[in-house]
């Protein structure tokens, strides 16, 4: 008899179904593995240098300075779960359809943040989890020794890596609010904590009577100003190096804050929205744009929240704990709409007073 053959009621269904679950628990647990086996080939460079075609693993392994033996073990697994295509000798390896998307791309969200989760100091963080559910903090500082806001202002390398992983999520996102939004009724738009200005350039090409300043941490806005300047939008924008806990220009019509806010706690967050209300009119708009925790997340957009936990002791919060902050900042929800299919939201706000 096999297993679907026994009765449900009976001990061999019983440790069927034990052995299933067990079968399905190790397949998680093994994912921090299997994870672990892509940052190393990521590190490696392996994807790059299958670019052109499939190398047997002793160039590879010369190539990346890696062990040939080991190097061989890693792309065994990894090419049994998809990334990357053995060939029938066993020795050589090349792309699959799974690998190809870890190829180098300032536009691709996975390939930025597969280089991202790779750095050690990221790692390192999740290490201490339980640290982080403990206290309710990031582990980041516990783990690293310095804030990830610290290491990302000091180190090049971890900024850079922050950057285009964010950069690149943003990069879609903003074509995606710019379509959904309409900017041109919007004489100056302020985006606060705007990256690498990816959503005001979307705002500046899709409503061309607008101007735009662009506020962030001064090592990130020269990275603003040069996409900016690429992108020929310069001439109508301004780029304010500043801190958004003291500093946010006045009198906007239009003020955005897209991915900031679910970086920072409750109290963090009132006080960035008093200086956002201080510099607003009873005219202006504030449009705060992040994933909104809905009624069912999916796993992916809670695996996000607790990357946020885990990194700078951050949340993703419903719509109603957004209104609850606002209102304590004096500012209140006008609408709310979706913007995609993913859990992205628009959040439309006035001045309560
Ligand atoms: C998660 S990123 C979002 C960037 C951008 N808004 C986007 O959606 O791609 C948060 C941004 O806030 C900036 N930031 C953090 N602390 C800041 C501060 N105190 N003042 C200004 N910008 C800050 C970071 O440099 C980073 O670019």
């Known amino acids: 008899m096999t297993a679907e053959e026994q009765p449900l009621s009976s001990p061999a269904a019983h440790d069927g179904r ?13 994912g921090a593995w299997k994870a672990r086996a892509v940052h190393a080939a990521v590190d490696l460079g392996i994807p790059e240098l299958l670019e052109k075609g499939p190398r ?41 359809g799974l690998s190809e998307v870890l190829l180098p791309d300032p536009a691709s969200p996975v390939a930025t943040d597969a280089r ?28 690293n020794g310095t804030s990830f806001w610290d290491l990302t202002r000091d180190d090049d390398t971890a900024r850079e ?18 379509a959904a939004y309409d900017f041109s009724g919007s004489r100056l ?15 500046l090409d899709t409503s061309p009577r607008t101007r735009g300043i662009l ?45 900031v806010l679910h970086d920072w706690t409750d109290a963090d967050i009132v006080a960035i929205l008093r200086r956002v209300h201080d510099a607003m009119t009873a005219e202006s708009t504030l449009l705060v744009i992040d994933n909104l925790l809905d009624d069912r997340p999916t796993a992916s ?28 900042a004096g500012l209140a929800v006008r ?12 959040v439309e706000i006035r001045r309560a007073d």
């Not at 073990?73 to 029938?88: H, K, M, P, Q």
């Not at 991202?116 to 516990?142: D, M, N, V």
């Open 116 to 143: 991202f989760q790779a750095a050690p100091w990221h790692w390192r963080a999740w290490e201490q989890l339980t640290y982080s559910i403990r206290t309710g903090k990031a582990s980041f500082e516990e783990a």
């Open 161 to 178: 890596l922050f950057n285009r992983a964010m950069g690149s999520v943003s990069l879609a996102e903003s074509r995606q609010v710019a």
């Open 56 to 96: 047997p693993v002793a160039e590879l392994a010369a190539a990346s300075g890696a062990d040939e033996s080991a190097l061989r073990r890693l792309l065994v697994l990894l090419s049994t779960i998809g990334i990357f295509r053995a060939e029938d000798d066993g020795e050589t390896f090349g792309h699959s």
């Open 215 to 259: 506020l962030e941490r001064p090592a990130v806005a020269e990275e603003a100003r040069e996409l900016l300047d690429g992108r020929g939008l310069l001439g109508r924008c301004e780029i304010v190096p500043g801190d958004f806990f003291t500093t946010v220009p006045d009198g906007a019509d239009l003020y955005l804050i897209k991915h």
């Open 301 to 328: 957009t809670l695996c996000v929240d607790l990357l946020l936990l885990v990194l700078v002791g951050g949340a993703e919060r419903s719509l109603a704990g957004f209104t609850a902050l606002l209102a304590q």
């Open 18 to 30: 034990r052995a299933a679950a067990e079968a399905a628990v190790n397949d998680i647990l093994q």
């Open 189 to 203: 738009v302020v985006d606060i904590g705007g990256g690498r200005g990816s959503m005001l350039a979307a705002v």
């Open 335 to 346: 609408r709310s709409f979706s913007c995609g299919p993913g859990p992205l939201r628009l």
